[in-house]
């Protein structure tokens, strides 16, 4: 199989995700669930990730751009993919902005008023809520009106100025100041967006004439404000980002400035290169870590500093750029020519230790596959090779679909993953098919309470699957995706629309992946795990069945007696010396692998009303 192997491509319901060198490829499946409102999906979805809900496709919805990014885990953590508003490559539309239609006339109080600020940007305002009503209607987990979600963010204003009030009990909707009545507006029908919309943007307009704390806000400030009240009412990991963050964010996720991908650094009087990108133009090239970098485009480097001369190598994409480089002990220096590219920055390291290859993955974004695929065709290739070690901790998350396409390179067949919610495009089960890399190598996975979202994907799928041991604590617990909306004013929304069931049908929100080693209990019930094992027996037999038998919707109580058997905690060097003994000790391997219980005979069901 070719290294660079398709894996970042994009995953289309029902259709396979081809690899780079044809034959053998491991194929990912988003097949769309079959479910409608009033309906439960049989195939058990749940969801996952404040971070990543996978799909490349690209496109406009008439809200703006949206992109079905699982922001990974971890609220924010991105990956590259942009268009529609999907978790795989369907396409849904977030809506236009909404016009200025009244539901009725404003009445605005007695209560005397200081000059208004200006009205430029009421428009924008307005289609930003209004879009943003329209996106989080059919999306959010639990089903809540236009009118829920603006009287919530309408409570920024009581935030900003106490003496602002609303009084909602009658046919209008009123805002007041301690006795005074500063407007009075019909309440418009509970979904009607575009009166929802306006009703918000007059209250906002009306209460920065008559509020100081609130007028000295910002257009942005006033909009962050709003959505973090609205957000307040929902999960942790839906959540607004300002146009200011969102387009850092977003250069992040496609690599910001194009250059070459190399790291450079200062060894002596020379700038050398220390390291390089697998996802950049110099990955293919003829260069070498250790190369000394004489000139960039017939620049001489000599008396330069390694910054200097990376801000050299930095320009417009698809640039020529051409490097005078000289590799130590040869007598000859060389020039190779590349063109600069945007590079998302490296997701995967990779190190032998003797007969293992340890593979760090600190997070997914939208190249972590391919860079996973490159590593394991180089490591597969090592003579003698007895194991690898997948190493998660830390791991905040990021796309969902790469965490499935990584498992497809490690995994024959499957379901790697099931989401569910209540909107149908956020329903997929995400099958792979003919694809492990490494041939049945054996795999062990390190985790800790800091891996979270598609990392838990990811090491559910091989656990699940018998493919790998995890070793470590109980992880986070994220198991909710994120979808991405981008709003007229160039801001993001965030807003989790499914959860995530792992192959055996267990819910990962909340319940994390339970190892089968646990490594947090303390050295003494660590020695004695280890014992145990050449004897066929894994003392934490009961706490893997107990996990793997638990099914949405799952109470606290029992979560919280499940994870207490291997307490979430940060990872230590024992975790790695522990993989490295099964990896060592096939017998000891097989009987951790043996804790993973069978497959139940069908798939419980999870209901899409939430």
Known sequence: MDAKAAAGASATPGASLPDAAGGGAPAVHSSTAATTPGANSAANGAGENGAAAGSATSGNAAAGNTSANATAGNGAAGGSSSGNATSADGSSTAGA????????????????????????????????????????????????SSRDFTLWGLGCLTALDPSLAFDTRGADIQLLSGQSHLLSR???????????????????????????????????DLLQAFFDEL?????????????????????????????????????????????????????????ETGDRILAVNNRSTAGQSAATVSQWLCGPEDSRLV?????????RARTVVLRRAKVPPETVFAFASGSIIVLRITAFSSDTAEELSQYLDQATQAPHLKGLI???????????????????????????????????????IWAVQGGDM??????????????????????????????????????????????????????????TW????APLHWPLQGLGVMPQICTSLGEADLARTLADLPTGRLDSQAAVAASRAARYPLPVSRILAIRKACPAALGSDRDLNVARALLENPAWYKTAIAAIPDEAASAPILSTNN
Not at 238 to 251: F, H, K, L, M, V
């Open 390 to 428: 997948i190493d998660l901790r830390g791991n905040r998350g990021g796309v969902l679909q790469q965490a499935v396409t990584a498992a497809a390179l490690l995994l024959d067949h499957g379901v790697a993953a099931v989401t569910s919610g209540r909107d149908p495009q956020a329903n997929h």
């Open 231 to 287: 957000f307040n009412h929902l999960d942790p990991y839906s959540r607004y980002i300002g146009p200011s963050s969102a387009a850092t964010d977003r250069e992040a996720r496609i690599g910001g400035e194009a250059d070459a991908g190399v790291t450079l650094a200062q060894s002596g009087k020379h700038v050398v290169i220390a390291a390089i990108n697998a996802n950049g133009p110099a990955w293919p090239a003829a260069i």
């Open 438 to 495: 490494t041939g049945g190598l054996p795999i062990t996975i390190l985790v800790d309470g800091r891996t979270a979202s598609a990392a838990e994907i990811l090491a559910a799928a091989l656990a699940d699957h018998r493919r790998a041991v995890v070793i470590g604590s109980a992880t986070l617990g994220k198991g909710l995706v994120q979808t991405v909306a981008q709003l007229p004013d160039e801001g993001e929304l965030f807003v």
């Open 323 to 331: 490097l005078r480089l000289l590799t130590p002990g040869q007598a």
């Open 498 to 501: 499914s959860r995530v069931i």
């Open 186 to 220: 019909p309440a418009p029908a509970q979904d009607n967006i575009d009166g929802w919309a306006q009703l918000a943007t007059d209250f906002l307009d009306t209460a920065r004439a008559h509020s100081d704390a609130v007028r000295t806000a910002s257009r942005d």
């Open 97 to 144: 902005p909404p016009g200025s239609a009244a539901t009725g006339p404003a009445t605005v109080a007695e209560a005397s008023a200081p000059d208004q600020p200006p009205a430029s940007d009421l428009p924008l305002i307005r289609s930003v809520i209004g879009t943003a009503l329209q996106f989080l209607g059919p999306r959010t987990l639990e089903p809540h």
